[in-house]
C-alpha cells in the first residue's frame, strides 16, 4: 500500500499548482471572456438600444401628430353643426366672430374662420401667437375693395377698435375653393407667413364644406394651426443630444425639425419653406440626401424602414417611419441617432476590462501560491461532505482546519446541512399541503368556469332559437294570412278567423323582439336609428292600432293632441312606437271600465327660430292601478304588476325596454298610480324638428298587376314554406318565379334563368345567401341585379354585412306584404295596376236624406271640413263623434259622416260638408 501511494505521489502534481494552474487560468480566461463578450453584447446592445430610443421617439412622435393635427377637424366639425343648426349665421358675422374668439381660448390655433357662398366670412385670429383677434369680411364690390376689417378685442371677445383692414377675395381663395372641391374635410395646403409685425410661421390649413339637408352648400369653415409648434415638440422631446428628429413631406419639402433652425428661410422681407436636402443644419441636409439617395420615391414607403448612413466616417442610425391621417396628409417621420453616442463608453469599458484580467492574472498566480498549502486539507473535506450531501446524505459534519475562515466555513456548511435536513422536512409537509389546496381550487375554479359557460351557452341557444326557429314558421303564418286575405274569394267569416291567427302571431313576433331587444340592452348594443317623419300621421296611425283593442274591451279612448304640435320631427319613429304602443296596450289591458286618454302636448312655448321641441307623451287609465310597493320595480325585467291572469299576454320585458329606449333618447319614464283608480304614465322628449317636409300621399288601393313586360324573381330559402309564401303573394300579380334551396342551386339556376331580381335567405347549407351574392356580384352580367336578402334576424350587424356584400336592400321574415311591394316597386322600377272599385252610389240618391240633416254651426265644421281636405279619414272619424256629443239633434249628420268616412267617400263627405257651410 505504502509503495502504491508513493509510485502515486511521483507521478501526480503538487497540490498547489494544481490550485494556481487552473484558478489562474480560469481567472484569466473568464474574464477575458466576459470581456469580449462585454464588447460584443454592449455593440449589440446599442444596436437594439439605438433602434429602440429611434422607434419609441417616432411613435412618440405619431402620436402626438395624432392628437395634434385632429384638433382642426374637430373644430371644423362643431362648427359645421352649429351652421347646418343655424347657430352659426352670416346674418350675425359680429357674433360668429366672437364664438371664434371663444374657441380660439379653448384652442391653440392659428386662424378660425367661416366663409359664406356670398363673398362674406368671419374669423378669428391669432397672428402673433398671443393676441386674438376678429376679421369681419363682407362681400367684395369695386365701391367697397377693402372689405376685410381686423379687430382688437377686450377680455370678453367685443371688438375694441379696428386694427386693419385689407382686401380679401373669400370665393377665390384656396382656403374656400379647395374643400368645395375636394366634397370632404380636406387639409387644403401648408403655408408659411410673414409679417414684419409678427413672427414668421408655418400653418397648416384645414377646411370642411357644409352642406344642407338638400346638399345645398352653407358655406366653408376652416381652421388653421400652428407647424412651428411641432418643431419646438421635437426639440424638447427627450432624445440624444446628437440625434435629430425631422418631418418630411412626400416631396421632401421640411414641415419640423428638432433642430435650431426653424424649417423655413426669411430673405428680403420674404418667407420661402426649404427642403431638408437645403436644411441649414448639416446634418440634417446630410441625412436628407441620402435618404433620398436610398428611397428616391417617399410615397412607396408605406411600413417604417430603418437605415444606417455613414457620414464621414460618423454611423447613425436612421428610422423612417410614414404618418397619415383620413383628411390627406402624407408626412415622413426621420429619427437619427449616431453610433458614437453610446461607442465611447463601451471603449472605456473594453480597456478597463483588459487591465482587470492583467492584474488579476497577477493577484491570483502570487496569491494561489501562499494559499494552496492551507486550504487544500480543509477544502477537501469540505467537498468531500458537499458530495455526501449532494447524493441525499444530509447527515455531515465537517472537522475545521488551521485556518478561521476555513472553520467558519465547516461551521456554516454543518449549520446548512442541519437547516436542509429541517428545510426539507417541512418542504416535504408543504408540497402535500399545496398539493392539495392547489388541486382543490383548481376543481372549484373548475366547477365555477363550466358553470359559466353552459349558461351563457344556454342562453346563446336559446336566444338564436327564439329569434331563427320562431321566425321561419311566423314567416308562413303572416305570409299566407296577408295572402289569404288578399283573395277576393275568401268569406267574411274566414277573414275575422284570419285576423286573429294574425293578431297571435304579431303577439308572438312582439314576444320574439322583446327578449332580442331586452338581450341587445343588457349589452349596450342597442341603437337609435333616427329619420324624419310626419308627426301628426305617427300618431294618428299608433293610436288606431290601440283604439281597435279598447273598443273590443269597451273601453272608451280618447286621443288629444295639441293644436300646437310640428308637423315633422326627426327621431327613431320605430322606438318611439314601440314605447307608445307598449304603453297604451297596458293601459287598455289593466283598464276593465272608464276609459284609457292619450295627451301629446308642446312643454315649452317655442319661437319661429327654434330647431326643438319639448314635447310630452301623457298615458292615462282608469285602471286597476298599482300597489305602491311595486312602483319602484315594474321597469325591472319580468317583473308584472298585475294579477296573473292579466300577465298571461307579455314577457314582463315591455316597461324594462321602453324605460331603456327613452333613457337612450336622454329622459325617462314618469308614473303616477292609485291602486284601484287608475295609473299615469309620461315623458318629455327634446325632439329636432325636420328641415323640410312633404307629406305624401299613400294609396289604399289593392294592388293586382305592373305594367310592361313580365319580370322574372328568383327566390332562394333551405325552407320550402319560406319560398312558397313569396311565390304566392307575387304570382297572382303576373310575377315569374323560380326556387332555389340553397345558394350553390341559386347560382345555378341564376345562370340559366337570368332573373330580374332575386331574394334570398342569408344562412344557408352548402352555399350561403352572401356567399352567392358575393359570387354573383363578381359577374358582368350580374353586377347590378337587384338581390334582396331576406334573414330570419333583424340584427343591424346582419344587415350591414348583407349590404357590404352586395345586396342591394334588406327584408327580414316574417315578410311583410306592402314592404315587399314597396320594395320591388323601387328596385324594379314598376308602376302598379289597382283594383278598379265600384263607384259610389250617385250623391243624388241621398239628397233629399241630407236635406232632412240638422247641421250644427258653420265654426263647428272647420276642424272636419280641414281634416278632410287633408285626408285624414282618423281625424275625420274623431271630429264626427266629437260633434255626435254635442247635441242629440247632430247624431244623424255625424252618423252620416262616419258612414262615407268607412266607404272612403272622401268627395261625398266634402259635397255633404260645402252645402252646410
Known sequence: MKKNFSSLKNHSLPLQWVLIIPFVLQIFGAVGLIGYLSFKNGEKAIQDLAKQLTVRTSSQVNSHLDTYLAIPHQVNQINANAMRLGLLSGRD????????????????????????????????????????????????????????????????????????????????????????????????????????????????????????????????????????????????????????????????????????EKPFIVANQEIKRIKATDSPNPIVKALAKRIKKRIPDLHSL??????????????????????????????????????????????????????????????????GIFTSRWIAIPILRVNKASQAVASGDLNQIVIGGNIQELNSLAHSFNQMAGRLRESFTALEESKAELEQRVAQRT????????????????????????????????????GYTQIIQRDPATPSKQMKGLEVIHQCAAHLLTLINDILDFSKLEVQKMELYTQDFHLANFLASTVDICRVKSE???????????????????????????????????????????????????????????????????????????????????????????????????????LAISQQIIEKMGSSIQVESVLGQGSCFWFELDLPLASEWTLEEVTQEKVIGYQGEQRKILVIDDYPENCLVVVNMLEPLGFKLA???????????????????????????????????????QLPDFATIPIIASPATVSQVDMQVSLEAGCSSFLPKPIDFTGLLAQLQQLLQLQWVYEELSQPAPAVATTDDEADLVLPPSVELTALYTAIQGGLMTDVQQEAKRIKQLAPEYAAFANRVLELCHSFDDEAIIHLLESAM
Open 93 to 260: 358675422r359680429k357674433t360668429v366672430g366672437k364664438y371664434f374668439w371663444q374657441q380660439m381660448q379653448a384652442y391653440d390655433l392659428t386662424y378660425i374662420t367661416m366663409c359664406l357662398p356670398t363673398g362674406e366670412a368671419a374669423g378669428a385670429a391669432r397672428y402673433d401667437g398671443k393676441t386674438v383677434t376678429i376679421d369681419d369680411t363682407v362681400t367684395k364690390t369695386p365701391n367697397l375693395p377693402k372689405n376685410n376689417t381686423t379687430y382688437l378685442t377686450d377680455q370678453d371677445g367685443n371688438p375694441t377698435q379696428v386694427l386693419t383692414t385689407a382686401t380679401w377675395d373669400t370665393l377665390n381663395e384656396t382656403n374656400y375653393t379647395e374643400p368645395i372641391k375636394a366634397g370632404k374635410p380636406s387639409w387644403t395646403r401648408i403655408y408659411t407667413y410673414y409679417d414684419p409685425a409678427y413672427p414668421p410661421y408655418i400653418a397648416a390649413s384645414a377646411g370642411r364644406p357644409v352642406y344642407d339637408a338638400n346638399h345645398k352648400l352653407l358655406g366653408v369653415v376652416g381652421v388653421d394651426i400652428h407647424l412651428l409648434k411641432l418643431s419646438e415638440f421635437l426639440h424638447n422631446l427627450e432624445f440624444s443630444d446628437s440625434g435629430q428628429i425631422f418631418i418630411l413631406e412626400r416631396d421632401g419639402m421640411l414641415v419640423a425639425n428638432s433642430a435650431q
Open 302 to 367: 408605406i411600413h417604417h424602414q430603418d437605415l444606417k448612413i455613414n457620414l464621414q466616417g460618423q454611423i447613425y442610425h436612421v428610422h423612417i417611419a410614414p404618418w397619415r391621417d383620413q383628411y390627406g396628409l402624407e408626412w415622413f417621420i426621420v429619427t437619427s441617432v449616431p453610433e458614437s453616442s453610446f461607442m465611447a463608453q463601451i471603449n472605456a469599458n473594453t480597456q478597463t476590462t483588459i487591465w482587470l484580467c492583467v492584474v488579476a492574472l497577477a493577484v491570483a498566480t502570487v496569491v
Open 443 to 478: 376543481d372549484e375554479l373548475r366547477q365555477a368556469k363550466e358553470t359559466a359557460e353552459t349558461a351563457n351557452r344556454t342562453k346563446s341557444e336559446f336566444l338564436a332559437n327564439m329569434n331563427h326557429e320562431l321566425r321561419t314558421p311566423l314567416n308562413g303564418i303572416l
Open 552 to 654: 273590443q274591451k269597451g273601453v272608451e279612448f280618447h286621443y288629444q293632441p295639441a293644436k300646437n304640435l310640428p308637423t315633422a320631427i326627426h327621431t327613431d319613429d320605430k322606438r318611439l312606437r314601440q314605447v307608445l304602443l307598449n304603453l297604451l296596450s297596458n293601459a287598455v289591458k289593466f283598464t276593465d271600465v272608464g276609459r284609457v286618454t292619450f295627451r301629446v302636448e308642446v312643454v315649452d312655448v317655442p319661437t319661429a327660430s327654434d330647431l326643438i321641441r319639448r314635447i310630452r307623451f301623457v298615458i292615462e287609465d282608469t285602471g286597476i292601478g298599482i300597489p305602491a310597493d311595486k312602483i319602484t320595480t315594474i321597469f325591472l325585467p319580468f317583473e308584472q304588476a298585475g294579477k296573473r291572469e292579466r300577465n298571461i299576454e307579455g314577457t314582463g320585458l315591455g
Open 739 to 777: 326556387q332555389a334551396s340553397d345558394g350553390q342551386a341559386g347560382l345555378d339556376i341564376a345562370l340559366q334563368m337570368r332573373p330580374d331580381l332575386i331574394i334570398t335567405d342569408v344562412h344557408m347549407s352548402v352555399m350561403d345567401g352572401l356567399a352567392m351574392t358575393r359570387r354573383l356580384r
